[in-house]
Structure formats: structure tokens, C-alpha cells
Nanobody, 126 residues
Framework: HVQLVESGGGPLHAGGSLRLSCVAS????????MGWFRQAPGMQREWVAN????????YYTDPVKDRFTISQDNAKNTVYLQMHSLKPEDPGLYYC???????????????????WGKGNQVTVSS
């Protein structure tokens, strides 16, 4: 049974930093891709970043490049999203997702992914 559990969200001021975590119920070092998406109220789910577990290649949507970093700790079966310089347009429900199997590359569409976490709320005040 595949499970993804996110944590680390919360309220922040603009310019702040936050790290989200996603613990997976299987080995993240296997041939898969892990992604982060976010969804603001009334908006479609938006791809933020993904990482290819085996090679560690990372991919980002342009609005978060140079501010967010996706990483993984295979010993903990955990994927992280480190966010810096948070902006008022960054808040939303942040979802962790997994694509199994995966051969690497950016996967920016929700339908690319097979499993999802329940989401973790991030709010940013100006």
C-alpha cells in the first residue's frame, strides 16, 4: 500500500522560509520520480518541482527557480521542498506526488503521477 504523508506547512510572512517534508511508504531510491504540486483556492493544481530518485536530477517551474529546492534523503524515504523568499503568490495546498516507474525528466502534469499525499497548507501574508 503506497502512502505519501506531507508535513511542515504553516503560516509565514512574505520573505520567510519553510521546508516541507514528504515521507514515502517505499524506497525513494528506487526508479521513481517525486514531485511537488500546489493548489490555491479556485485554481488548478500547479506543478512546482520534481526529482528523479536515481540520478537526483531536479526540475522546477520558472516562478520558483532560485527560491525553492527539492531534495531527497533515501535513508529516510523522504523528499523535501525547501522554500525561501516566500511570496504572497506562493501559498496553497502543497501536495507530494510519486510517479512509478520513472526514467527521469520534468513531469509537470498531475496525470503523470500515480500516487498523492493529502496535502499540506502553506499560507503567506504580506
Amino acid at each position: 500500500h503506497v502512502q505519501l504523508v506531507e508535513s511542515g506547512g504553516g503560516p509565514l510572512h512574505a520573505g520567510g522560509s519553510l521546508r516541507l517534508s514528504c515521507v514515502a511508504s517505499w524506497y525513494t531510491s528506487s526508479r521513481n520520480c517525486m514531485g511537488w504540486f500546489r493548489q490555491a483556492p479556485g485554481m488548478q493544481r500547479e506543478w512546482v518541482a520534481n526529482i528523479y530518485a536515481r540520478g537526483g536530477s531536479t526540475y522546477y517551474t520558472d516562478p520558483v527557480k532560485d527560491r525553492f529546492t527539492i531534495s531527497q534523503d533515501n535513508a529516510k524515504n523522504t523528499v523535501y521542498l525547501q522554500m525561501h523568499s516566500l511570496k504572497p503568490e506562493d501559498p496553497g495546498l502543497y501536495y507530494c506526488a510519486a510517479k512509478l516507474p520513472c526514467s527521469g525528466g520534468p513531469f509537470s502534469t498531475p496525470s503523470d503521477y500515480d500516487y498523492w499525499g493529502k496535502g499540506n497548507q502553506v499560507t503567506v501574508s504580506s
